[in-house]
């Protein structure tokens, strides 16, 4: 078992570094939601700093059942590392260690030849980080599998969607949810912004991967996620998904009065 453990990358930056103060943010962030929690197969949420896309994270993932168990899916913002790259360390977080859940990863890792166990692309990566505190305060016992994915075919996107969803089913443990993380549109201007985005959640909702996937790559929509964001469809309809919700769309310019220049974020259910 890896005894590498990772340090929080922008703990102090895109979230509050220490225990209380960020508890207490989420905790305003999340304000009243439903008791009745959905279960769902796969999620889609932002990862910008919480001042910009805390809310929607909050909304999102907060509206869900979190198992003890959550592969995170996504981008490779650094350029580092390899290709479609694993961690099996222990993340050091401010409101605690969250262990790799190692039997989960060793099985995805022998499914496919293009996942690969890897530390360096996760070192300074802000798109899994930010996710966990939310995680972490829903599940206390929370466990996860962390995979980035740099820009890659289809073809090999699909193995590799494939290839953890039949991990999944081999699974002893069938109660793990699949966590994309992906912001929408970035610095264009809120109009623009809007008839991008809205384009690419339809063809999510339309539940067609290769649809979403080329269409967000021939349009050059400037959607981060969209390799994560492609594979937790593929493994959520193999896995039986069947309907999505779009839980939220906002942008960066609610915060900060531009809207020349925004980034979109969404929250999406899939269940």
């Known amino acids: 078992m890896n005894s590498i453990t990772r340090s929080p990358a922008v703990a102090g930056r895109f979230y509050p570094g220490d225990d209380s103060s960020l508890r207490a943010t989420i905790q305003n962030l999340t304000g009243d939601l439903p008791e009745h929690k959905q279960k769902v197969l796969a999620v889609m949420s932002p990862h910008a700093g919480y001042v910009y896309s805390g809310a929607v994270a909050a909304e999102t993932l907060g ?16 350029g580092k590392g390899k290709t479609v790259a694993l961690s099996t360390a222990t993340w050091n977080m401010p409101m605690g260690h969250v262990p790799c859940n190692y039997d989960l990863a060793r099985a995805i890792l022998a499914e496919s030849d293009f996942i690969e166990e890897d530390e360096l692309a996760h070192k300074y990566e802000h798109s899994l980080e930010v996710q966990l505190p939310f995680l972490q305060m829903a599940q ?80 050059h929509i400037s959607m981060c996620g969209i390799m994560p964001v492609t594979a937790a ?24 009065g531009d809207t020349d220049q925004v980034v979109g974020y969404a929250g999406v259910l899939i269940s």
């Not at 593929?234 to 919700?245: F, S």
Request: proline share 4%.
């Open 63 to 78: 509206r869900i059942e979190i198992p003890e168990t959550v592969i995170l899916l996504g981008p490779n913002h650094t």
């Open 233 to 256: 469809l593929i493994i959520a309809l193999e896995l039986g998904a069947t309907k999505t919700e779009l839980i939220r769309y906002t942008d960066s310019g609610e915060i900060t």
């Open 140 to 219: 206390p016992d929370l466990s996860i599998v962390p995979i980035t994915i740099s820009h890659i075919s289809y073809q090999v996107l699909e193995e590799i969607a494939l290839a953890i969803a039949k991990a999944i089913k081999k699974s002893t443990n069938k109660d793990i949810l699949i966590v994309a993380s992906s912001d929408m549109t970035h610095y264009e201007s809120r109009s623009a912004a809007i008839k991008k985005d809205h384009y690419a959640l339809e063809k999510l909702t339309d539940m067609n991967p290769d649809l979403l996937y080329s269409s967000v790559i021939g349009q």
